[in-house]
């Protein structure tokens, strides 16, 4: 059934509201009724009652069923959205994470009493470590970037340790947002290192940058253009030979699972997103976890608390005087772990490797069913996502966002748009593993239909979308003159 | 010296929705970011031609940064900055300059 069959509920609920009506009805108590307003100081009370919206409970079910019909998600569509990894979310995942012994543990429940969880931390941040080459692992970050920032605190413990005075983080120009916004966050001064054409670390850049006041040297591998790093080794021994550490953004470990590990690269420090490699939920089926590995040396930095084993007992070890603190409320995002968990359980060794083997697959075919069509930013074969350019597009006047407006009318969510910022009209798109060739080859038509719209009939384009429910915005306007809530009319 | 971004630059970055500047009286440095452009597609470091002080800070991109699309060259500037050394002119390029280089290189 369309969307389109209820506008009537297209309304905000604020605007279904008619005095009065009412979506519960209590019976008259038969006790004493004290009114609660006298007891409270006159200062905390509001002069006027709330202006909440008066609906009945139907009209609360229409409404929000509704807007649920309008939600795009991987659940009904392809998300081929790059460098954020939007795969299917298994649902064993889900039943998993809704066993009682999970799912209604009190978060304050105390260890002896919560030995499952306890154990599903321990052994989910083992296997973390084994995929990653990395000797410990906090479960703690809510994110990757509260990953990354837990990462440059140990990074900055650590060096502070050895009473060693280092003031610069070095990130590459085609970094993800986050690394030089956690690096500016933790105190360090951000020095950006230039990228070749293809979007690989200009060696000569990076040590020309490095020396005794670099802590650290954040990159993502593979790159945000979608390729391996070539001299990656090189590059991890030339930051240590100058004494700085060396974090891997984990934003791409689709690609690599069971192939190569950041350990072995020789990375220090690297986060994980559950919810996009391990397959928690990503958006507003949330919340996200971003743990965090790191080698040995840096393990004393460590969150607090870690979770720990003697014997068959688990616990949670808070004595850890050179550790950077507490990040999170209780234990972390515990639910997404344990969906995590169920994943790498359910894929196994052999099934991870499988992961990337189809994700690399995948995004390898697109980029050559494309690449007549649409300039590909570095030449290939990628890994598991591809960066295309408008280029030639935007000769014809259609530009990225166009492209991307377009292929919302023909049922398909727009890659990542503008990213990364050295890619000009920039089209990045990560198909995922879990995507068959016939989603694929849908994707790839429409994207090509695009192509000949734009030299064709760029009107079509430019009205773009027209079966969406709210048609093109005006971004900047919504920027310059935000309209943050609903007032009623005057 | 007038400081604003080129007409390239604007059009690159698309409509612009957002201007940090510094308070008059800072120093900018050569090469270095003084402030930030944000537009409907990326943030942006701002670079400063010359170093030097601050004197006046154009008032009105608070509340009208598409100024900055509309006229980069003249409604749409930034700031005004005493150069410490004059002499840093000479190495500037003029707009006519600067699209020679930039159709040089966009083969």
């Known amino acids: ?490 | 010296m007038r400081v604003g971004i080129t007409a390239f630059a604007q059009e690159q970055l698309g409509d612009v929705v957002f201007v940090e500047l510094p308070k008059v009286g800072a120093r900018v440095t050569a090469h270095q970011a003084f402030g930030v452009v944000e537009s409907v597609k990326a943030v942006s470091d701002l670079f400063a031609p010359v170093t030097g002080e601050v004197v006046e800070v154009n008032p009105e991109l608070a509340s009208k940064p598409e100024i900055v699309n509309q006229d980069p060259y003249g409604k749409g500037w930034m700031l005004v900055v005493q150069p410490a050394d004059p002499g840093e002119w000479d190495g500037l390029l003029t707009s006519q300059q600067y699209e020679e280089f930039l159709a040089q290189d966009a083969h």
């Open chain 1, 1 to 490: 059934m369309p969307y389109d069959n209820q506008p009537e509920y297209d309304r905000l609920v604020f605007e279904l509201s008619s005095p009065g009506r009412e979506a519960f009805s209590l019976p008259e108590p038969d006790v004493p009724v004290e009114g609660a307003r006298a007891r409270i100081p006159a200062g905390y009370l509001r002069r006027e009652p709330a202006a909440l919206p008066e609906v009945s409970e139907l009209d609360v079910v229409r409404h929000y069923s509704r807007l649920s019909q309008m939600n795009y998600g991987i659940d009904t569509h392809f998300y081929p959205l790059g460098s954020c990894t939007m795969k299917y979310n298994p649902r064993i995942n889900e039943d998993m994470a809704r066993l009682p012994g999970f799912g209604r543990l009190h978060p304050l429940t105390p260890a002896p009493h919560a030995q499952g969880a306890l154990a599903l931390m321990h052994r989910l941040a083992g296997m973390l470590a084994e995929i990653s080459g990395m000797d410990a692992v906090s479960l703690q970050p809510a994110a990757g970037a509260q990953g990354e920032m837990a990462g440059v605190l140990m990074i900055r413990a650590y060096h502070a340790a050895r009473g060693e005075r280092r003031t610069k983080v070095l990130v590459p120009d085609s970094a993800h947002g986050t690394n030089p916004a956690t690096t500016a966050l933790a105190g360090y001064e951000v020095i950006e290192v230039k990228s070749t054409p293809s979007g690989e670390v200009e060696v000569d850049d990076l040590e020309r940058h490095l020396g005794p006041d670099v802590a650290a040297f954040m990159i993502t591998v593979p790159n945000t253009l979608g390729n391996f790093e070539p001299r990656i080794v090189e590059i991890t021994e030339r930051c240590h030979a100058h004494g700085a550490q060396v974090y891997m953004d984990g934003a791409n470990l689709n690609a690599i699972l069971g192939i190569t590990r950041p350990g072995d690269l020789g990375f220090d420090v690297c986060h994980f997103n559950l919810h996009k490699t391990f397959t928690t939920p990503h958006g507003g089926g949330g919340p996200g976890a971003g743990p965090v590995g790191v080698k040995a040396h840096l393990e004393p930095f460590l969150p607090v608390p870690v979770v720990t084993k003697d014997g068959e007992r688990y616990g949670l070890d808070w004595k850890r005087p050179k550790s950077i603190g507490k990040l999170h409320g209780f234990w972390g995002n515990v639910g997404m772990l344990v969906r995590a968990y169920a994943y790498i359980r359910t894929m196994g060794a052999e099934g991870l490797r499988a992961v990337s083997d189809n994700a690399v697959l995948n995004a390898n075919y697109v980029m050559k069913r494309l690449e007549g069509h649409y300039d590909v930013a570095a030449a290939g074969p990628c890994m598991h996502e591809c960066v295309l350019s408008a280029r030639r597009q935007k000769k014809h006047g259609v530009s990225a966002m166009d492209v991307a407006k377009r292929l919302l009318d023909l049922g398909f969510y727009a890659p990542s748009t503008y990213f990364p910022l050295i890619v000009e009209e920039a089209l990045m798109v990560e198909p995922t593993e879990t995507e068959s060739k016939e989603t694929l080859d849908a994707f790839c038509d429409a994207m090509i239909r695009i192509a000949r719209e734009a030299e064709t009939d760029v009107s079509v384009i430019h009205a773009a979308p027209t079966t969406t429910p709210v048609r093109r915005l005006d971004q900047a306007r919504a920027a310059r003159e935000p309209s943050l809530r609903w007032r009623p009319e005057a």
